[in-house]
C-alpha cells in the first residue's frame, strides 16, 4: 500500500538530494587538477548524480546513486610529469570547472529554495493552528 507523501516530506527529501549534488560538486571541483598516481593511470573521473524517482510506496528515502562520467580524459604533453606515459602524454581528469560551478550553484539554489518550501510549511501550519486555537 502506497504511504501519503507530504510537502515536507518532499522537501526534507529534496534537502537531501541537493546536499548529495552539493557534495559531489565540491569533490569534483577539488579533484580537477589532481592526476594519476602511476605512469599512464587514470587520473580521477567527475561523479555524476542519478535520481530515482519518489514514489511514496516505500519509507526509504530517495535513491541517489553516484556514477562515473565516462566523457574521454584531455591530455597534455608533459614529459616530465611522473604520472605521464611512454610518450608523455599526461591525461587530465574530465571535469570543466566552469560546469561544475553551474552545477554547484544550480543545487544550491535547489537546497535554499526547498529549505524556504520547509519553512513556509511550518509557517502555515503555524497559523492553522493559532486558528483553531481562537
Not at 537531501?16 to 569534483?28: A, D, F, K, Y
Not at 605512469?39 to 516505500?58: H, L, N, Q
Amino acid at each position: 500500500m502506497a504511504r501519503e507523501v507530504s510537502g515536507g516530506d518532499l522537501a526534507a527529501a529534496a534537502l537531501r538530494i541537493h546536499q548529495g549534488r552539493i557534495r559531489l560538486s565540491v569533490e569534483n571541483l577539488a579533484n580537477a587538477q589532481s592526476s594519476a598516481s602511476t605512469p599512464g593511470g587514470e587520473p580521477y573521473r567527475r561523479k555524476i548524480a542519478v535520481f530515482e524517482p519518489i514514489t511514496g510506496e516505500t519509507d526509504e528515502p530517495p535513491a541517489v546513486r553516484v556514477v562515473r562520467d565516462r566523457t574521454a580524459f584531455p591530455t597534455i604533453q608533459s614529459p616530465g610529469h611522473p604520472a605521464a606515459d611512454a610518450q608523455g602524454n599526461l591525461m587530465l581528469p574530465n571535469v570543466r570547472p566552469a560546469t561544475e560551478m553551474g552545477e554547484l550553484r544550480s543545487a544550491m539554489r535547489a537546497y535554499e529554495a526547498n529549505l524556504r518550501t520547509i519553512a513556509t510549511l511550518d509557517d502555515v501550519k503555524g497559523k492553522t493552528i493559532d486558528l483553531l486555537k481562537s
